[in-house]
């Protein structure tokens, strides 16, 4: 019975030294009295118990690493502290086992000398501009570097670059100077085109008087123009009606009594105007100046 007992424990020990479970998105390093012998892809496993053994074990998800802050020295001699945040994935289980001792470390130390080497090689206005340059030299030359650890460096983030109290507080009175300036610029500007658009309006306004006067003498002289002859073509119409009445039988003779009732009528009026009233000497001069208008009328007959 404890014999039996005994080599169950065994038999478990085996079963759980030789069959080894990967998860997903893992890699895991067997190595055989102690040299490298495979590595272990997700899923079921068999190893030779007492003889493999798991030696290391990675993640192939991509991983974050915060790379502590550190001061850099710009171009211009200006102390500047840079705190960034890099993105990698181990690609390749085995070289990440033995191509360093720790692969975080080198990465991290590799990162920060040279972030200092790309910043020293600029000024500090540059810095502040060019972010996407920096994050990208670092990558490039991490990426380079890291092939012999197994590892990909896929990005580098720069979080925050902070210049001493006393460059800051420049940079903000710049900034400050700078946003009054475009303020001034901008309110003269105002000024300017507020100017433009008053002595615009004001030579449109000028302009559409002026039409408007033009327009309303235009017609004004249209209208005393239709009026005069509209007043002729009556007349004339009045005189050619006069004048074919006279044709008729006795229209002279008429006409002969109207003009002598005008006479009559005009020394009426004048009689009553004038205390001394001059009359002809004769009435003969009356039908006479009666056959003087009777032969102008003739005279004007239309043919």
Not at 34 to 63: M, Q
Not at 140 to 163: F, M, S
Not at 189 to 200: K, M, S, V, Y
């Amino acid at each position: 019975m404890e014999i039996a007992l005994i080599l169950l424990v065994i038999a478990a020990i085996f079963i759980v030294r030789a069959i080894k479970v990967v998860p997903q998105q893992n890699a895991w390093i067997v190595e055989r009295l102690g040299k490298y012998h495979a590595t272990l892809t997700p899923g079921l496993n068999i190893l030779v118990p007492f003889v493999d053994r798991l030696a290391y074990k990675h993640s192939l998800k991509e991983i974050p690493l915060d790379v502590p802050s550190q001061v850099c020295i710009t171009k211009d001699n200006t102390q500047l502290t840079v705190d960034g945040i890099l993105y990698f994935q181990v690609t390749d289980a085995m070289r990440a086992s033995y191509g360093s001792s720790n692969y975080i470390v080198a990465i991290t130390q590799l990162a920060q000398t040279t972030l200092r080497s790309v910043i020293g090689r600029m000024e500090l206005d540059r810095t502040f501009e060019e972010r996407d340059i920096i994050n990208s030299s670092v990558v490039q030359a991490l990426d380079e570097a890291a092939l012999n650890w197994g590892v990909k460096v896929l990005r580098y983030e720069i979080k925050d670059l902070t210049p001493p109290p006393a460059i800051l507080h420049s940079m903000q009175a710049q900034i400050t100077a700078e946003r009054e300036k475009r303020a001034l610029i901008a309110a003269s500007e105002g000024r300017r085109q507020e100017q433009i658009n008053i002595a615009t309006g004001e030579r449109e306004a000028a302009i559409a008087r002026s039409e408007g006067e033009k327009q309303a003498e235009i017609n004004k002289a249209q209208g005393e123009a239709a009026a005069i002859g509209a007043v002729a073509e009556a007349t004339a119409e009045a005189i050619r009606k006069i004048a074919a009445a006279i044709e008729q039988p006795g229209g002279q003779q008429a006409v002969q009594l109207k003009v002598a009732e005008k006479a009559v009528d005009a020394y009426a009026q004048l009689a009553q105007k004038n205390n001394t009233m001059i009359v002809p000497g004769h009435m003969g001069e009356v039908s006479g100046l009666i056959g003087t208008a009777m032969a102008l009328m003739k005279g004007h007959k239309p043919g």
